[in-house]
C-alpha cells in the first residue's frame, strides 16, 4: 500500500525526510556510536540519482519501511520506535543538490547539528551533517518546501505527507 503511495514522487531527485521524534531518545548510530536525541522534528537530506527507473521512490520507501537491514546512518534512527517520517520534500532533478538544501535548511530554518558526519559520508561540500534538529517547528516541511521553491524549480519541488 505504502509503496503504490509512493508512486507519486519523482522518480529521480533530492528529498528531505521530515522526521518526528516523539519523546528524547537515546540511539546507536552504527560505527559513529550512541548519541542522546533529543525530542522535535528533524530533517535528513539526501539524493536519488541512480540509474533504476524509479530510484527516488524506491529510496523514500526504503527509509520509510520498518523491517529492513541497518545499512546507512538514517536506517538506525528511524527504526527507533519514536521515530516517525511525517512528509517528504522532494526536488524533481538529476542534480547533487542535496548538500545546497542541507545548507539552506541549515541557515535559514536554523537547522541545528547534533551529529557529526551523520548522513555525510560521502558528501562532496564538507557539510557537517545531512541530519538537521528543528526543534519544534511547526509547518516545517512547508517552510523547507517554500525554501526549495524560492531557490531551485518552482514547479519540480513539491511536499508529500505520509
Known amino acids: 500500500m505504502l509503496k503504490e503511495i509512493l508512486n507519486v514522487l519523482p522518480e529521480k531527485g533530492v528529498y528531505t525526510l521530515i522526521i518526528f521524534l516523539s519523546k528524547e531518545s537515546p540511539i546507536k548510530i552504527g560505527k559513529l556510536g550512541k548519541f542522546n536525541f533529543l525530542k522535535g522534528y528533524y530533517a535528513y537530506t539526501g539524493s536519488a540519482l541512480g540509474p533504476q527507473k524509479k530510484s527516488l521512490q524506491n529510496r523514500v520507501y526504503r527509509h520509510i519501511r520498518r523491517n529492513k537491514k541497518l545499512r546507512w546512518h538514517i536506517d538506525y534512527l528511524l527504526e527507533n520506535q519514536n521515530a516517525a517520517v511525517t512528509a517528504v520534500v522532494t526536488i524533481k532533478t538529476s542534480e547533487r543538490l542535496e548538500c545546497k538544501v542541507n545548507k ?4 535559514k530554518l536554523n537547522g541545528t547539528v547534533l551529529i557529526e558526519g551523520f548522513g555525510a559520508s560521502d558528501c562532496k561540500e564538507n557539510c557537517k551533517s545531512h541530519l538537521l534538529f528543528l526543534n519544534k517547528m511547526e509547518n516545517v516541511e512547508l517552510e523547507i518546501l517554500k525554501l526549495c521553491k ?7 519541488s513539491a511536499v508529500f505527507f505520509i
Open 104 to 107: 539552506l535548511i541549515a541557515e
Open 150 to 156: 524560492e531557490n531551485f524549480d518552482e514547479k519540480s
